[in-house]
């Protein structure tokens, strides 16, 4: 069985920084596209970024230089390092398996198969 359990959420300053975690079962991350992805309050849920197989990464633009995802192959676990938060990316964060290997773009949650619960992020302002 599939289960991912995100972590590391909490409330921060803005410009603050914040590490989430997400533990997989049932699969290996690294077998697999991962993505993280986020919901503001009212808002549609949104794309963060993706970590394909051969390691390779792709962000969206608002995050670029800011967020960076990686993974841990001896914990089968994946990460998201979130630098210089803005009020407006608070909200749940979630990461999430793909159907396959490749990773697609532009980043759409309907090619991901198993998803999280989400961990929340409050950024003060």
């Known amino acids: 069985q599939v289960q991912l359990e995100e972590s590391g959420g909490g409330s921060v300053p803005a410009g603050g920084s914040l590490r989430l975690s997400c533990a997989a079962s049932g699969l290996t991350v690294n077998s697999y596209c991962m993505g993280w992805f986020r919901q503001a309050p009212g808002k549609e849920r949104e794309g963060v970024g993706t970590l394909g197989t051969t390691g390779n990464t792709q962000y969206v633009d608002s995050v670029k230089g800011r967020f960076t995802i990686s993974r841990d192959n001896a914990k089968n676990t994946l990460s998201l390092q979130m630098n210089s938060l803005k009020p407006e990316e608070t909200g749940m964060y979630y990461c999430?398996?793909?159907?396959?290997?490749?990773?697609?773009?532009?980043?759409?949650?309907?090619?991901?198969?198993?998803w999280g619960q989400g961990t929340q992020v409050t950024v003060a302002s």
């Open positions: 999430a398996r793909a159907y396959g290997e490749r990773c697609w773009w532009p980043l759409r949650g309907g090619d991901f198969a198993y």
